[in-house]
């Protein structure tokens, strides 16, 4: 199962650098891409990455296009609050959705319906288009109420891919174990990579 369009939903939690990365391998991949930020997740980003976007939403497209070394328009930037976003209808909704990383506060939002924002809507819509949605929740410990949500979602089809790198493939620096998580998603996806050496590979 390839896809050809992905909303990726980046939120509050640590870990940006996933979405980023996730982000920068699908547009190298010829992926068309909406990205969101939710107005935490773009606070967690600046502190954790430096990547400023504030101020409209030109401007802040442009800043996340030189950060990422991405050609003007390459990837679509939404407004959290833009209901109006095609990604938030079932008619034109993108073949898949990933958010990375999930904050327990947006997954805690989607395991209930919720839909008070683009990226909750956009979730709520790939549940009942039965299309995939992936979930990178980045948190520990987790809760009764954390492991609770999770298995709601994937009762109702979500994929769980939390934050958790493997060493097996002996990784060398900060890069490779978010590569790892990044190839992950990627799998879940049916897309082809070679951001990790496989279990048994020489």
């Not at 980023?20 to 990205?35: D, I, N, P, S, W």
């Not at 328009?73 to 095609?86: E, I, Q, R």
């Not at 009942?128 to 109420?145: C, D, M, Q, Y």
């Not at 994929?159 to 097996?168: V, W």
């Amino acid at each position: 199962m390839g896809v050809n369009s992905v909303f990726l939903a980046i939120t509050g939690a640590s870990g940006s650098i996933y979405g980023l990365r996730l982000l920068a391998e699908l547009c190298r991949q010829g992926v068309r891409v909406t990205v969101c930020f939710s107005p935490s997740g773009a606070l967690v980003c600046r502190e954790e990455t430096g990547l400023d976007l504030s101020g409209d939403l030109a401007a802040a497209s442009d800043r996340l296009h030189a950060y990422l070394g991405l050609a003007a328009g390459t990837v679509a930037l939404a407004a959290s609050d833009d209901l109006f976003c095609c990604c938030a209808s079932g008619s034109a909704a993108p073949d898949a959705m990933v958010v990375a990383p999930c904050s327990m506060g947006t997954l805690a939002r989607i395991a209930a319906g919720i839909s008070g924002n683009l990226i909750e809507r956009s979730a709520d819509v790939m549940l009942k288009e039965r299309r995939p949605l992936l979930l990178v929740p980045r948190e520990t410990p987790l809760s009764a109420i954390h492991l609770e949500n999770m298995l709601r979602l994937s009762r109702a089809g979500a994929c769980l891919i939390p934050a958790m790198p493997a060493f097996y493939h002996q990784p060398r620096t900060m890069d490779d174990l978010v590569a790892f998580v990044v190839g992950k998603v990627l799998d879940q996806l049916g897309i082809r990579h070679e951001l990790f050496k496989r279990w048994g590979q020489g």
